[in-house]
């Protein structure tokens, strides 16, 4: 997991192991230590880094779009 802070928001990329070595990417965005909103999977990656640079992503964007 990757944590970063985003307009008074808390980013988290999720980059979980699948048995082939790929990585499903997921994100979250937290407020206050409350989960605002939590991504479907978002796809997969050949490495954990990209997998979770790809929640990070998904999670600023939902704070961009709703916060």
């Not at 980059?15 to 979250?28: C, I, M, P, R, T």
């Not at 937290?30 to 998904?58: N, T």
């Not at 999670?59 to 916060?67: I, M, N, Q």
């Amino acid at each position: 997991m990757t944590i970063e802070s985003y307009q008074g928001y808390t980013v988290r990329g999720f980059a979980k192991q699948l048995g082939d070595g790929s990585f499903e990417a997921s994100g979250a965005v937290e407020i206050g230590g409350r989960l605002v909103e939590g991504s479907d999977p978002l796809g997969y990656y050949p490495s954990f880094d990209r997998a979770a640079a790809a929640g990070i992503a998904w999670a600023k964007t939902w704070v961009d779009d709703h916060g």
